[in-house]
C-alpha cells in the first residue's frame, strides 16, 4: 500500500526516510477510510431520517453501541500509529549519531532569502561569528580574527554532503522564521531565530548526474533544499541544491573549496 503512494512522493535518497513515508502512508490510508465511512454514513442519515419518513424527531436517540465501538476502533488506531510508529521514528529522528559513526557537522543559516552553509574546514571547529561583520561579502559575519575560522567554507545555497555518513545540520536564521526542506532527504525543521536546532540524517544515494547543476536546472529534477515557510516577498526563490557526493567526491569537494 506504500507503493501506491510512493508515485506521486519525490525520491527518497535517506536513511530514514522509508519509514516516514509508510507512517504517511498508514495515516493517509486511515484518513481515506474515515472520510469514505462517514460519507456514507452521512448519506443514508440523509435518507433515513428524511422528513417523509421520520416526520417526528426521537427523542431517545440511537441504541445500538456501534457508533461507541467503531469510535473505540478509531482511537486504537490512532494510538497504535502514535505509540507503535511515531513515537519510535522521533525518537530515532533526535537521537545524535555517535561520535565513532564519524558524523559531519553543518551549520546552516537561513536569512531573506538565502540559505548560508557553514563547513568547519579540515580542523572541524567552526569561527566564531559576530552580528556587526555581517555583510554581503561575510553574510555569517566570521570573525577574521579567530585563527579557527581560516579555514572555514562558507557557501550560498548549495549544501554538499558525503554519501553513507551521518550529518548533523545545525540550523538557525538570521531574520524571520525559514523552514529547511530538503525533500529527497526527508528532512523538513523551522529554522527560528534565537534558536540552534540539531537534525540527524543520513545520506545513503548519490545525486545522479542528471539532478546536478547545471543539468538539472532544464530537466527541473534538481536535489533542492526548499524553504518550506512563507517568509517575505522573496520566499519562492530562496531555493539551494543538494549535491550527495560519492564515496571520496566529499573530501575532495571539500579541499578543492578550501585551496
Ligand atoms: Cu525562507
Known sequence: MKDLLARWMPIDASAHGAELDQMNAIVHWLMALLFVGWG?????????YRAGRQPKADYVGAKSKI????????????????????????ARWVTPPAAGDNPLTVRVIGEQFAWNIHY?????????????????????GLD??????????VTINQLHLPVDRPVTVLLSSKDVIHSFALPVLRVKQDAIPGMETPIHFTAVMPTPAAATLPACAAEKECWEIACAQLCGL????????????????????LAEQGG
Open 67 to 90: 457508533s461507541t465501538w467503531t469510535e473505540i476502533g478509531v482511537v486504537i488506531a490512532e494510538a497504535i500509529i502514535l505509540v507503535g510508529f511515531a513515537i519510535p521514528a522521533w
Open 40 to 48: 456514507i454514513y452521512f448519506i443514508w442519515v440523509l435518507f433515513r
Open 120 to 140: 568547519p574546514g579540515p580542523d572541524g571547529v567552526f569561527g566564531s561569528q559576530k552580528a556587526e561583520l555581517m555583510g554581503a561579502s561575510n553574510p555569517i
Open 234 to 253: 522573496g520566499h519562492y526563490r530562496m531555493r539551494g541544491f543538494i549535491t550527495v557526493h560519492e564515496q571520496g567526491g566529499f573530501e575532495a569537494w
Open 144 to 153: 577574521p580574527e579567530d585563527s579557527a575560522g581560516a579555514d572555514d567554507i
